[in-house]
């Protein structure tokens, strides 16, 4: 069984920081493209940054140059450093991975179950 569990969520005043991790578990075969998608209440959910196993990141636009998106492969784990942070980044933000499980051949996308990121003016 897969999962992707996330952590670093919580309240932080606007200008401050937070950093977020995602780590995959279970019977791994491989990681492929990791990302970050939020959703603020009302809003749909968005693709926040992603990077590939090779390492090539991409942002949202709202983001370039106060997040960056990294990943430890040999953790499994994705990490978004969040700063300068403003009260429109307010939202869930979800964990997104495509991972070939040790038992298939192909890539399965998965979700982790969010955390809440708010913050204050």
């Known amino acids: 069984q897969v999962r992707l569990v996330e952590s670093g969520g919580g309240l932080v005043q606007a200008g401050g920081s937070l950093r977020l991790s995602c780590a995959a578990s279970?019977?791994?075969?491989?990681?492929?493209?990791m990302g970050w998608y939020r959703q603020a209440p009302g809003k749909q959910r968005e693709l926040v940054a992603g990077?590939?196993?090779?390492?090539?990141?991409n942002y949202t636009d709202s983001v370039k140059g106060r997040f960056t998106i990294s990943r430890d492969s040999a953790k499994n784990t994705v990490y978004l450093q969040m700063n300068s942070l403003k009260p429109e980044d307010t939202a869930v933000y979800y964990c997104n991975a495509d991972i070939v499980p040790l038992v298939v051949v192909f890539p399965i996308n998965y979700w982790g179950q969010g955390t809440q990121v708010t913050v204050s003016s």
């Open positions: 990077i590939t196993s090779g390492g090539t990141t």
């Open positions: 279970g019977s791994i075969r491989r990681v492929n493209v």
